[in-house]
């Protein structure tokens, strides 16, 4: 798993820059914009922890706290060029270099639960035929988390597809969640181009938020 992601993004760490968004192999700046977006809109995320799953180079950073105040972020990521970037772009953040689907706990030597967590593109790369890691990853999210998980996914509703990618059938990816977690909703068309073909599902552990 670790060497398919890696392998996945090493084309794009080495001819972009770490402030353009393709580094992180985004399209571009605007639709990464926009999925983050989609993300913190699961709800106020003032005065609470947020744990990033596949970072990247903490981009993200300034959008929440543009946003929000008082965020404690901490980021994560497979990829310990990205982890680099991160802490020299925003030295005052926790960031730490991981396999998120690692089984060694505690997840960090600083905590090990977060009020909210977030996940953008952090299950794009394509692993396998099924739908097996992006379960495993909701249930994992779910154990670390107070308040609510936030991430996307690619839909197969995508018009130009990339066999380096996983698309998922989102009304599958949402009726497991409803059976686990019967607080959640599916958000779409969100995007300007190519509007159906993502998708971000709010996952809330407790009724109110």
Request: aromatic share 14%; proline share 4%.
């Amino acid at each position: 798993m670790e060497k398919q992601i890696l392998s996945a993004y090493k084309n794009a760490n080495m001819f972009f820059d770490p402030n353009d968004s393709r580094f992180v192999a985004w399209e571009n700046s605007l639709m990464q914009s926009e999925r983050w977006e989609a993300l913190y809109k699961i709800g106020n995320l003032s005065h609470s922890s947020v744990l990033d799953i596949g970072c990247g180079v903490g981009d993200i950073i300034p959008h929440l706290k543009d946003n929000f105040s008082d965020v404690d972020y901490f980021g994560i990521d497979i990829n310990p060029q990205m982890i680099a970037v991160a802490k020299g772009k925003y030295p005052k953040e926790h960031f730490l270099q991981r396999n998120f689907f690692d089984d060694d706990w505690p997840l960090s030597p600083i905590q090990n639960r977060w009020d909210w967590i977030v996940a953008s593109g952090a299950f794009s790369v394509k692993l396998n035929e099924d739908d097996h890691h992006i379960v495993l990853a909701m249930n994992k999210m779910a154990t670390l988390c107070n308040k609510g998980v936030a991430f996307n996914f690619l839909s197969t509703k995508t018009k130009h597809k990339d066999k380096m990618l996983h698309y998922y059938d989102e009304e599958k990816v949402f009726s497991y969640a409803k059976r686990k977690w019967p607080n959640c909703r599916l958000v779409s068309n969100y995007l300007s181009e190519d509007p159906e073909s993502d998708q971000t599902l709010y996952i809330y552990m407790t009724t109110g938020l």
